[in-house]
């Protein structure tokens, strides 16, 4: 088997990065969701001011992600679309440039 082209690694490459901040957004979704339960809970308890600070704590360092991963996401197809520009220009197979197309326009909706 022949090993991947440079377009299909920088294919690859943006996909898992666009994935990883979709899961991201997952993550912080559902710890914004876990802090409004704590604080809308009206029992009291000696550790919710601990899992209030934790919870917090947690947000904002997910939150903390997003611009270096976004900058990543940059980057990267930064680096894909050149080489997608080569690989037409060489011939490259229209399936491999199919997936390149559609990992840019999966980047691009995300906000890179």
Same mark, same amino acid.
Not at 87 to 94: D, K
């Given at each position: 088997?022949? /090993? /991947?082209? /440079?377009?299909?690694?920088?294919?690859?490459?943006?996909?898992?990065?666009?994935?990883?901040?979709?899961s991201y957004h997952k993550e912080l979704s559902s710890q914004e969701a876990r802090l409004e339960k704590l604080l809308a809970s009206t029992e009291e308890d000696e550790n919710r001011e601990y899992s209030l600070k934790q919870e917090r704590a947690a947000i904002a360092e997910t939150k903390a992600v997003f611009p270096p991963l976004r900058q990543r996401i940059a980057d990267a197809l930064a680096k894909l679309e050149d080489q997608l520009e080569s690989?037409?220009?060489?011939?490259?197979?229209?399936e491999e440039i199919a997936k390149a197309t559609e990992a840019v326009k999966q980047a691009k909706a995300v906000g890179a």
């Open positions: 088997m022949a /090993p /991947p082209s /440079p377009l299909a690694i920088a294919t690859g490459s943006v996909q898992r990065l666009v994935k990883e901040e979709a690989a037409q220009g060489s011939g490259a197979s229209e």
